[in-house]
């Protein structure tokens, strides 16, 4: 299969991804480390499991919010990883300097000094990332998502951490041992798993919207937005942090509602803007075919999932496992193509849009004389895609 090379290319990509390797294992192992503090391999196992549980569907989710214009796996992966082993490795050492140097309350600390500490830690992996890269986050979806996937990695290493402690118990818990631990399961991992990707969402929108609808202001007011969606991410974690301290039960519930309805709302914009997606991209695919780029009968294959993956497995029936291969390149190619040359046509401030709109072109071109797609859905108009090709290069 032709090689595609990205252009930009990123400098100093292997040497991350090395980074992001190592520091996961040692991730992993300093999240084994932690559940052991539980006292025994039985209160461990369980730590471990509890706080595993649920991220296969969380994953799931915002892998699904991603679909149409997919996020590279590495950035994806390395948002995890932040958020488990960096931002909770920040957080903490912030944590007990402050606690060491101004001996506050409990209370105190998880209330106030933990959201401040741990929303920036968390919030870092994105302002981090879009400087180096600009092109990866490009939009809200794009920031909900790395919000997102950070705020899972942090709580899934944090989880282990309570649920450790809910096994060996305390003069404040009833209960101690595996019910314990279930205990504490089910209020975190069943009731509010999506806490910390919730805190964290608000800067990811924050910094969208500055990219996007606000790319044409001062960078006085994208900054200014930016550190709002900071604040708003702080005082939603403070806000749950200090319910049942400061609120009683009544607090807590009144939080939990209220958070929940904020998250419901977020969360349906969300995927009606996951859905526009799919307009967009039509529309997109339709002034490409008619500047020759692509052909008209390709649209089909190119926007819909369905018909995306029918395309696929006709390749793999037809001629193999190599032409599923390239289908789908070309498919995924198609997608960022469509949606840079949105970007481009409606002004957007996109770095060196113009020169990787060609470059992802030339890579379809290479690809097309090994392009095995069905059979035209419908009859179209005549189109002499060759020719127009050849009258853009």
């Known amino acids: 299969m032709p090689p595609y090379r990205e252009v930009p290319r ?52 915002y892998w699904w919010l991603d679909r149409y214009e997919p996020e590279p796996r590495r950035y994806k992966y390395a948002a995890f990883v932040w958020g488990g082993v960096v931002a909770v490795s920040i957080a903490l050492i912030l944590q007990l300097v402050i606690q060491k140097s101004f001996n506050l309350s409990d209370n105190t600390m998880a209330s106030l000094v933990a959201p401040a500490t741990e929303e ?22 794009d920031g909900l998502v790395y919000a997102g996937l950070v705020g899972i990695g942090f709580a899934y290493v944090e989880n282990i951490g309570y649920y450790a402690a809910s096994y060996l118990g305390s003069a404040d818990m009833k209960v101690a041992g595996a019910a314990g631990v279930t205990a504490t399961f089910i209020m975190r991992g069943i009731f509010s798993p999506l806490a910390h990707p919730g805190f964290t969402s608000a800067f990811g929108i924050a910094l969208g919207l500055a990219i996007t609808r606000f790319a044409r202001r001062g960078w006085l007011v994208r900054v200014g937005i930016v550190v709002v969606g900071l604040v708003v991410s702080m005082s939603l974690h403070m806000l749950w942090n200090s319910s049942l301290a400061f609120g009683g039960g009544q607090g807590f519930v009144m939080t939990y509602l209220a958070l929940g309805a904020v998250l419901l709302t977020v969360t349906s914009f969300a995927v009606a803007v996951r859905f526009r997606q799919v307009r967009t991209l039509e529309r997109s695919l339709q002034a490409i075919a008619s500047r020759g780029w692509i052909h008209p009968d390709e649209i089909p294959y190119l926007s819909r999932f369905a018909l995306r993956k029918a395309a696929r497995r006709y390749a793999n029936q037809h001629h193999g496992p190599l032409a599923a291969r390239i289908v789908k390149r070309y498919q995924t190619l198609a997608t960022q193509v469509a949606f840079l040359h949105e970007a481009v046509v409606t002004g957007r401030r996109i770095p060196m849009g113009v020169e990787r709109t060609y470059a992802l072109l030339d890579a379809m071109y290479a690809l097309r004389p090994y392009l095995r797609f069905p059979p035209a859905l419908s009859p179209s108009p005549r189109h002499d895609g060759g020719a127009a090709m050849a009258a853009v290069h």
């Open 10 to 61: 990123q400098r100093g990509r292997a040497a991350l991804i090395v980074l992001v390797i190592v520091t996961a294992v040692l991730g992993l192992l300093g999240g084994i480390g932690i559940s052991f503090s539980a006292g025994n391999s039985i209160g461990a196992s369980l730590s471990m499991f509890y706080a595993f549980f649920p991220l296969p569907v969380l994953w799931l989710a």
């Open 120 to 141: 920036p830690a968390k919030c870092a992996f994105l302002l981090v990332t879009f400087l180096r890269m600009r092109r990866v986050i490009d939009g809200f979806i």
